[in-house]
């Protein structure tokens, strides 16, 4: 087989891997399928419908001006002893990080998930200065151990299986084999807690963080995040820019709506609200914080036609009903950001060369849509990108070709009904087109549904 530049991500190549591996197929079943159904479970009896449409236009309030709200931020965390730092990309970002930590002389340093140090592949450049990074959310932790990046925003580990988890933690780290849940947490608990105390510095991200008062808003399951950013005298936290809210009265909304989208839970377990470091005689937060706000192309995405994929809030519900990423698990997607708005950012932030193949991660099944707490129009601008990827020419000559047939025979019946009679003699040639073509094209039926009516 060809092989592609290694900038371009080979969804076909991956997806076709991911299908052959019984074992990931069954934990993405399992797991999806409880997501779905805790989700489900939590919003039942609530007016979600109603939340959502609030939701939805208070994120749109935000992309419609970000640079006002991230300013109002700005000023805000600084008034109240934040070191604010604005960077465009993700190479400023990564060194401004390891900078702040170099002046410092922070050398060992814990975080609490951020799916934009993901992003920006902050760990390896920290790791390359010859800094010691320690994830401490346990599904971090886990792909951290095992060599990994997270195949879900939410669930980072979410496609191994406890009994791969058990093995894992015996090979790397030495204790008796168990595949019981709370034997495993104890295990990672026991390790990270000496790393909490050790650390010179923390790394977090941000669930939101809010115009008019300068915080900077946390939501964990696991308590870390408070050791986190409590613990160690630094704490830098590294956020992208469309997660701003304009008011702390905004903040009960998002409450409500993220965890029940995200893990079926009515309330998260523990919320941060960080408004500067520590006081004086104050036995929270850190000495020192530093707040770093990523662009990285979203401006332009605010200013642009899709603009509406900066209104997710990352609950990761839409990757729980999307039957491609169920199927075939993060990996496959081969960027940071998996499932269906996993597509849309990783189009619209890596660019259509890199990412065109992604566009066919998507039954284009409306689910994804459905789901959204924010309404983010996931389905419409699938559809537009893939329009887009037409127009940039990144389709196969012939697929576009057939598909231009198909619009002029759609539009008149008896070249419709000539190709059917076509399709049925020729059907047995396509086997000579790629597998991929032959899945997605529908067998031709012997009697058609007009023959059956006539
Ligand atoms: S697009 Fe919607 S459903 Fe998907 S992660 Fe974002 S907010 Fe959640």
């Not at 346990?138 to 669930?155: C, R």
């Not at 099944?365 to 459905?370: F, L, Q, T, V, Y």
């Not at 020419?393 to 070709?401: D, F, I, P, S």
Request: hydrophobic share 40%; with cysteine.
């Amino acid at each position: 087989m060809k092989k592609l530049p290694s900038h371009i991500i080979d969804f076909h190549d991956n997806a076709r891997r991911a299908i052959d591996d019984h074992s990931l197929r069954r934990s993405m079943r399992h797991a999806t399928g409880t997501f779905r159904q805790k989700r489900s479970d939590a919003i039942a009896g609530i007016p979600f419908q109603e939340w959502r449409q609030a939701a939805s236009e208070l994120r749109r309030m935000v992309v419609d001006d970000l640079k006002g709200y991230v300013d109002e931020f700005a000023v805000n965390a600084t008034r109240r002893g934040a070191i604010v730092h604005r960077v465009k990309n993700a190479e400023d970002a990564r060194n401004l990080v390891g900078d702040i930590l170099k002046d410092n002389h922070a050398k060992s340093i814990v975080k609490s998930k951020s799916m934009v140090t993901e992003e920006i592949h902050l760990n390896k450049h920290l790791e390359d200065l010859g800094l010691r990074v320690i994830e401490t959310d346990l599904g971090e932790y886990i792909i951290q151990i095992a060599g990994e990046t997270p195949s879900h925003i939410i669930v980072p580990a979410i496609h191994k299986s406890r009994e791969q988890i058990g093995q894992l933690f015996r090979e790397k780290l030495g204790c008796d084999l168990s595949n019981d849940p709370t034997v495993l947490t104890n295990t990672a608990r026991e390790i990270l807690r000496q790393e909490f105390l050790s650390a010179d510095a923390a790394i977090s991200g941000a669930n939101c963080f809010i115009a008019d008062t300068g915080s900077v808003v946390l939501f964990t399951n696991e308590g870390n995040g408070r050791m986190v950013t409590t613990l160690p005298p630094l704490h830098i936290v590294v956020t992208s820019i469309e997660k701003a809210l304009p008011s702390i009265k905004d903040l009960p909304l998002l409450m409500r709506l993220l965890p029940r989208s995200a893990t079926g839970q009515t309330l998260t377990s523990y919320l941060s609200i960080i408004t500067g470091p520590r006081e004086p005689g104050a036995t929270t937060g850190a000495k020192r914080l530093h707040i770093v706000l990523l662009d990285n192309g979203r401006s332009e995405i605010a200013n642009g036609p899709y603009r509406e994929i900066l209104k997710c809030i990352k609950c990761g519900a839409c990757m729980n009903v999307c039957p491609v990423y169920g199927i075939v698990g993060g990996h496959a997607y081969g960027s940071t950001y998996p499932g269906p708005m996993g597509v849309i950012l990783s189009a619209l932030l890596n660019g259509m060369e890199e990412t065109h193949r992604l566009l066919d991660a998507t039954t284009l099944c409306g689910a994804c849509a459905e789901v959204c707490p924010v309404k983010v129009p996931l389905l419409k601008l699938l559809y537009e990108l893939r329009e887009m990827r037409v127009d940039k020419g990144y389709v196969k000559t012939a697929e576009a070709l057939g598909m231009t047939g198909f619009g002029i025979a759609a539009h008149n019946v008896n070249i419709f009904r000539t190709g059917q009679v076509s399709a049925r003699a020729l059907w047995p040639l396509a086997g000579f087109l790629s597998p991929i073509t032959v899945n997605r094209l529908p067998k031709p039926v012997n009697r058609t549904f007009r023959r059956r009516m006539s």
